[in-house]
């Protein structure tokens, strides 16, 4: 089963922060974040184990809560370069069931001047 | 590097014919993927070999489906008989191994009509 975003969509204005939900419905080994602009190929962002770490680099972060089986991607000062549509992508299962992702629904995210 | 490389970007086929997607993985990744982008699924797995060896094909539509990987640098998806349900955007997607991201190509927009 797909693993559930939210928000679908949000706009935002240069500078403001925004934060991406994932949950999955399965135990989770791992979670990736991607972001894919209009007309090309997603892009990984960053990856998070299971542990609860949280991960980040200069103003994108990610927190991985695996009792909560749920992800956030933190977008902090956005900039017009962070448009475009964000999946999580999950590995289920203790072991990580295989070395597929099942991505998620997708959370489109415009930032405008 | 010059990334995962899939051909062609474009392919516009009548329905009943033979299609055949390209992909060259990046050099020693040892995971590959096809991947199916639609409005309405968003992206589905198609199927996965880890070392040249298919591991999952449960995402394969039906039989009209088949890939191969002959060896560590070259794989294909075909579609025979396509039809216009096929039409979607196929990603394919290597990786390094289970805690790794994926680097998708620039994917194949199929339309069959």
């Known amino acids: ?113 | 590097d010059a990334g995962v490389i899939q051909s062609p970007r474009h392919e516009v086929t009548e329905m009943g014919q033979e299609v055949t997607l390209r992909c060259k993985p990046i050099s020693g990744h040892n995971s590959l993927f096809w991947y199916r982008q639609t409005m309405m699924r968003g992206l589905e797995l198609l199927i996965y070999f880890n070392n040249n060896v298919p591991i999952d094909d449960s995402g394969m539509p039906e039989d009209r489906f088949s890939a191969k990987m002959p060896n560590a640098s070259f794989s294909t998806l075909k579609i025979q008989p396509s039809e216009p349900r096929d039409s979607a955007v196929y990603f394919c997607a290597s990786s390094h191994g289970q805690n790794y991201g994926y680097t998708f190509g620039s994917g194949t927009r199929l339309t069959v009509v």
């Open chain 1, 1 to 113: 089963q797909q693993p559930v975003q939210s928000p679908q969509a949000v706009i935002l204005r240069e500078g403001e922060d925004a934060v991406i939900n994932c949950s999955s419905s399965k135990a989770l080994y791992s979670v990736h974040w991607y972001r894919q602009k209009h007309g090309e190929a997603p892009v990984f962002l960053m990856i998070l184990l299971k542990g609860g770490e949280q991960k980040g680099h200069e103003k994108i972060s990610a927190s991985f809560n695996e009792k909560k089986q749920q992800s956030s991607l933190y977008l902090t000062a956005s900039q017009l370069s962070y448009s475009g549509t964000y999946f999580c992508g999950t590995r289920a299962g203790v072991t990580g069931g295989g070395n597929k992702l099942t991505f998620g629904t997708g959370t489109q995210l415009k930032v405008e001047l």
